[in-house]
């Protein structure tokens, strides 16, 4: 049977503080094959790492992040995807999830380097809820690995995928069964469920032949 892929989600979250360097280094220390992390842009026009628009959840601070510089954001505890690349240093796959607008051509860049630095296309890849920011990233760059992630509907993300040329379908993992996971397959893509924490739900997805499962306990995933 083909090993199911472990993907911390937002790090290690269940162990550390979700999206800081400290809960990415915990997820690479549990053996980790990638990491999934948010990200919004600062004042000062710098990829951060935060899942929310306000810094009020995750850190002592309060605000938009969008009203931040990348320096008092690093000082609140948020890192730079960046940072996080620099930590990582290819040793696993890195998913980017967008979480606000205006970010396509700095990650487009930043990605570009990334590969120019060593990454391969494949371990960084570019997911959104937001199917036409994906469709924008995608005009910039037809090399990007692109995730379609849907809580809503199975097959819409499929069609999408199949639009974009996508690597893969990020589906809440309620909405999995073995059709439909088949159906993904077949077509060429990937099958990245989220956020499967108990491990009846683990087990269950793994069942179904999934490429790899996001947890906050990526531990718990053999």
């Not at 040793?91 to 606000?100: D, G, Q």
């Not at 909405?175 to 088949?182: D, E, P, S, V, Y």
Request: aromatic share 6%.
């Amino acid at each position: 049977m083909k090993k199911t892929l472990r993907i911390g989600h937002r790090g290690a979250r269940a162990y550390a503080l979700e999206n800081t360097l400290l809960s990415f280094q915990k997820a690479l220390d549990l053996g980790c094959d990638g990491i999934e992390l948010d990200i919004h842009l600062s004042k000062d026009n710098k990829l951060v790492v935060i899942h929310d628009d306000t810094v009020d959840r995750t850190t002592k601070g309060t605000g938009l992040v969008k009203d931040f510089s990348l320096l008092s954001l690093q000082k609140l505890g948020i890192p730079s995807l960046d940072d996080v690349l620099i930590l990582v240093d290819k040793r696993c796959m890195v998913n980017i999830e967008i979480k606000a607008n205006f970010v396509f051509d700095i990650l487009n860049t930043t990605i570009i380097e990334a590969v120019k630095n060593g990454w391969r296309y494949e371990q960084l890849l570019v997911s959104c809820f937001n199917h036409q920011a994906l469709h924008q990233i995608r005009q910039l760059n037809k090399a990007i690995c692109l995730g379609v992630l849907t809580e809503t509907s199975i097959e819409e993300a499929l069609g999408t995928a199949k639009q974009l040329d996508a690597f893969a379908v990020h589906p809440d993992y309620t909405l999995l069964n073995k059709t439909n996971c088949q159906l993904i397959q077949k077509a060429g893509f990937r099958v990245f469920p989220w956020t499967v924490n108990e491990p009846q739900d683990i087990a269950n997805m793994k069942a179904l032949g999934v490429t790899g499962i996001m947890s906050d306990y990526p531990d718990r995933i053999s």
